[in-house]
């Protein structure tokens, strides 16, 4: 309790994490609760309003596309879908590569010799051909998402584990749980897993814009969600084509993208701080 309530004061004393994870937090409530309140679906065209301008009229907020869809909601829409996917796909990755990674650096010798080298051999294979073999072997779903970024991010994830697990597992509280008969899979669990944590959720938070950033590039390249579904990325592609004629397609989802990658940036960055003991005062 002791040690989550001095997290917390961090925390609250960090303007870098207070400013951005209220800015993360306002734009998921409202990526949440406008669809909701919206009169306009996702999904409803309307011919006779293609590629309004952003404003009051017909309640169109942020204009429409080109079939006269509301462009507030589907960038809402396209909020919760990134957001969501960078989510799980780095638990994922961090369920993988936390285990992975702890066996690797606690087992150590030609155990740890073969798991890095295999590591090694996923590093070297080009992330757009893995997406493109995914995508052909599978039908495209969204789930498939999921896997294409999660089988990718955990790789760094396992390395940043086992240098860690290398250190730790040198410790007195290690040796005496060894000592003492605890069985290996007991001894990751209850002590090298949790001494992890404070790294782990740093580079969890610096892995979600990551995420983001892959998603929407796949998406932007026609890899990733599909219509009628949207995210970020899609809407950018989409904006794209209209960049002369109807700017704001480009330029608002563009923005929510920049924002949402500063804030988890900025909050990674102040995370770390917060978890370095080095900066209590």
């Known amino acids: 309790m002791t040690t989550l309530f001095n997290i917390w004061r961090r925390m609250r004393e960090n303007r870098a994490v207070m400013v951005s994870g209220g800015i993360l937090i306002g734009i ?10 919206s009169p306009h679906d996702y999904l409803q065209t309307n011919f006779d309003n293609l590629l309004q301008r952003p404003g009051t009229a017909g309640f169109h907020l942020f204009g429409t596309d080109d079939l006269g869809r509301d462009l507030f909601v589907r960038s809402m829409l396209g909020v919760q879908i ?17 285990m992975y990674g702890a066996v690797a650096g ?18 070297a294979l080009p992330f757009i ?7 052909v072997a599978f039908e495209r779903n969204f789930l498939l998402i999921f896997v ?9 994830m396992a390395r940043i584990v086992r240098g860690q697990t ?6 007195e509280f290690v040796d005496a749980a060894r000592l003492t008969g605890v069985s290996t899979a007991a001894i990751i669990m209850r002590h090298i897993a949790p001494n992890l944590l404070g790294v782990v959720i740093v580079y969890v938070t610096l892995t979600i814009p990551q995420a983001i950033l892959v998603e929407s590039f796949l998406s932007f390249l026609g890899l990733g969600i599909q219509e009628p579904q949207t995210s970020l990325g899609a809407l950018v592609d989409a904006g794209v084509n209209q960049m ?38």
């Open 129 to 135: 051909f893995f997406v493109i073999l995914l995508m």
């Open 28 to 37: 998921v409530i409202v990526a949440i609760v406008g669809p909701l309140i």
């Open 166 to 171: 290398l250190s730790l597992r040198e410790r």
């Open 244 to 281: 002369e004629g109807a700017s704001w397609m480009l330029l608002i989802p563009a923005g929510l993208l920049a924002t949402i990658l500063l804030c988890f940036n900025f909050f990674g960055d102040a995370m770390r701080d917060v978890f370095d003991s080095r900066s209590e005062r």
């Open 148 to 156: 294409a970024i999660g089988a990718i991010n955990w790789l760094d």
């Open 82 to 98: 990134t957001i969501v996917v960078a989510v799980v796909a780095s638990v994922v990755s961090l369920v993988i590569g936390v």
């Open 106 to 123: 606690y087992v150590g010798g030609r155990v740890d010799a073969i798991m890095m080298r295999f590591v090694d051999t996923l590093y």
